[in-house]
Nanobody, 126 residues
Framework: QVQLVESGGGLVQAGGSLRLSCAAS?????????MGWFRQAAGKEREFVAA????????VYAESVKGRFTISRDNAKNTVTLQMNSLKPEDTAVYYC??????????????????WGQGTQVTVSS
């Protein structure tokens, strides 16, 4: 069974940095698919943060994180990473790793992804 496991969340002061990782396991060839990061703040809907295609060439970001967050992947290790710099209190949320296995395209919507991790909490204090 395919699993996506996030790690790296925690508490950080505004202006600080965190690095989230997502490890994929299971029988599916992980490197063939797009991966994404989403987040969900308390009382709000889950929202897109960033996504990277299978090759690592095509990357998209939400406007709210552009210039501060960087998504990358290591297909040899079946991992995808989200480096978050200049964090703001409004970045506080549970962050989810997701994978799209229906084809090789990227997506920005929650419904574009069919596999999800359990999430990791990121809290940014002011």
């Amino acid at each position: 069974q395919v699993q996506l496991v996030e790690s790296g969340g925690g508490l950080v002061q505004a202006g600080g940095s965190l690095r989230l990782s997502c490890a994929a396991s299971g029988p599916t060839f992980t490197a063939a698919y797009a991966m994404g990061w989403f987040r969900q703040a308390a009382g709000k809907e889950r929202e897109f943060v960033a996504a990277i295609d299978w090759s690592g060439v095509y990357i998209v970001y939400a406007e709210s994180v552009k210039g501060r967050f960087t998504i990358s992947r290591d297909n040899a290790k079946n991992t995808v990473t989200l480096q978050m710099n200049s964090l703001k209190p409004e970045d506080t949320a549970v962050y989810y790793c997701a994978r799209r296995t229906v084809d090789r395209t990227l997506g920005r919507a929650v419904f574009d992804y069919n596999q999800w991790g359990q999430g990791t909490q990121v809290t940014v204090s002011s």
